[in-house]
């Protein structure tokens, strides 16, 4: 077990799984357990995730495993999680375990902070974003989303994982059933992440990034949001799939996963055979 200090000098604990080229890997090695675990297959995730994801890479990798997302929660960065001091942290994990160079997979708003790591670093051998494209990103409809759930939060409350909403009829998650359950320094940090990307350019961007990339997402990754959470559609699938023929004359691998949605494509069994041959490919 290792450490890495953040940019706002705490600390995060850090798994290092098998040899190999080493990838950068922001997801919680520890499985969740308990009422929270239940609560995370209600919104369709694997409560071991992160245990999923090392079993399947270790045999071929270096993996270095560390909940940024469990971290972040449990120590809130109100002011200071700005999408440059993300990247600065993710470099500080990389040097704590002397990975000099490295893959890179994150998804959903850890894969837009792999988007900027890439502009800030030459020392990615490979970036992999999952469940947020590299052209189109929705980043007004985040900060509108981000903003209300801001503004709804407040307390003390110590769970980290949203109250799962109800399904309708058709199988849909109701996103006006769920509860916010942040506290208000926890919703404020993701506020500031997305009013550092207010005005982020990312077809100008796309210059910068040098480094072997894939991309993928489910088709039917969209979200219509209600007014109660700001009447904004943040569209993940869709805008992949429009920028597609853009993101690959760019050089971008893009994979769209039929049917999806923003949870089951982030599932293990459905990730693997996506990163580990393009990996093997890219950095072995």
């Not at 990615?124 to 007004?140: D, E, Q, R």
């Not at 796309?206 to 990754?221: E, H, K, V, Y």
Request: a negative charge; hydrophobic letters at 40%; proline letters at 6%.
């Amino acid at each position: 077990m290792s450490e890495a200090t953040l940019h706002d000098g705490s600390t995060i604990s850090i798994e290092v799984h098998g040899t190999g080229p080493a990838l950068l890997l922001p997801i919680d090695p520890r499985p969740v357990e308990g009422p929270r675990a239940e609560e995370m297959r209600a919104w369709g995730t694997d409560p071991a995730l992160g245990r999923s994801f090392i079993d399947g890479l270790a045999d071929a990798f270096q993996v270095i495993a560390f909940g940024y997302e469990n971290h972040v929660l449990e120590n809130p960065k109100p002011d200071t999680l700005t999408p440059a001091n993300i990247a600065a942290d993710l470099l500080a994990v990389a040097d704590a375990v002397g990975a000099k160079r490295f893959a890179y997979y994150g998804y959903s708003w850890l894969a837009l902070s792999g988007l900027q790591l890439a502009m800030r670093t030459d020392r990615l051998s490979g970036l992999v974003m999952g469940g947020f494209p590299p052209l189109g990103g929705p980043y007004a409809p985040m900060l509108r989303v981000t903003q209300v759930t801001y503004d709804m939060s407040g307390g003390t409350a110590q769970s980290t994982t949203p109250s799962a909403p109800a399904r309708d009829d058709t199988g849909e998650y109701d996103w006006d059933s769920a509860d916010v359950t942040l506290t208000r320094d926890q919703a404020q940090q993701f506020l500031t992440l997305y009013e550092g990307l207010r005005d982020f350019d990312d077809r100008a961007a796309q210059a910068q990034i040098t480094c072997p990339r894939l991309c993928f997402a489910g088709s039917a990754d969209e979200i219509a949001y209600s007014e109660r959470w700001g009447g904004v559609h943040v569209s993940i699938g869709g805008e992949l799939a429009r920028h597609r023929t853009e993101l690959e004359a760019l050089g971008w691998e893009v994979r769209l996963l039929d049917g999806l949605d923003h949870s089951k494509a982030m599932q293990a069994a459905t990730v693997l055979p996506i990163i580990r041959p393009w990996l093997l490919t890219t950095t072995g």
